[in-house]
């Protein structure tokens, strides 16, 4: 299974781009990487999923290097309510296989 | 509908009862799941159902017995549980497994 590495948490201010880094220096080809959060006491919740182009919806942005070793999700304007763990995954297996498993994350602070 | 619903809530059950939690999704996914998250640790994958069928069993101890009765309904039937086993239980579906997953509020499971 390919293994995520976080850090285990990083601080951001209210209004500032929050960028969170993952390596996944063993991923394979075919396995993508995905992005969930967990805000306290809640199930969590998926951000954003890519391959190897780099990936924008109305959350986030995903930015994957080319050698696909590593990738950063950016939240272009953090708010308060952003807090919470956030967690990079890479999918491992294919068809009825396939399945995701969490790495530690890392839990993000917004301030004030 | 884009929600994932667990019943109950919260769950207090002795060793010897024997007690389900449900997980509810009307968006016509066809894989869903059941994680169990320890405070401060990841979610961990307990099972995976694709299609109403068992795909993934995660060496889970028989004291948890999962059941799809169809598409729409998923359980997770307990019995003989130690204390350790209290968690949140974490319910999702995604479309088809290994793709983006829905995730319930959890049942938050107390075993005195």
């Known amino acids: 299974d390919a293994k995520t590495t976080q850090p285990t948490s990083m601080d951001c201010a209210e209004g500032r781009a929050a960028n969170l880094p993952c390596n996944h220096s063993?991923?394979?080809?075919?396995?993508?990487v995905y992005w969930y959060r967990q805000i306290h006491s809640q199930g969590p919740q998926y951000i954003i999923h890519?391959?190897?182009n780099n990936e924008t919806n109305e959350m986030a942005s995903l930015i994957i290097t080319e050698d696909r070793k590593s990738s950063t999700l950016i939240l272009p304007h953090a708010t308060l309510r952003d807090t919470a763990v956030y967690y990079c995954?890479?999918?491992?297996?294919?068809?009825?296989?396939?399945?995701?498993?969490f790495g530690t994350g890392t839990r993000l602070q917004v301030t004030l | 509908d884009t929600e994932v619903t667990q019943t109950p809530k919260h769950l207090v059950m002795g060793m010897t009862n024997k007690k389900s939690l449900k997980c509810e999704q009307h968006?016509?996914?066809?894989?869903m799941y059941w994680y169990k998250q320890k405070a401060k640790k990841p979610p961990e994958l307990m099972f995976v159902?694709?299609?109403?069928?068992?795909?993934i069993n995660e060496s889970v101890p028989s004291r948890f017995s999962p059941e799809c009765p169809n598409s729409s309904l998923l359980n997770l039937h307990l019995h003989a549980l130690q204390p350790e086993d209290s968690a949140l239980y974490l319910c999702?579906?995604?479309?088809?497994?290994?793709?983006?997953?829905?995730f319930g509020q959890g049942t938050r499971l107390t075993v005195v």
């Open positions: 159902y694709s299609y109403e069928k068992l795909s």
């Open positions: 063993t991923i394979s080809g075919n396995e993508y």
């Open positions: 999702a579906s995604s479309q088809v497994t290994g793709t983006e997953a829905f």
């Open positions: 890519g391959l190897k």
């Open positions: 995954i890479v999918r491992v297996g294919g068809g009825t296989a396939s399945k995701l498993t």
């Open positions: 968006m016509g996914h066809r894989a």
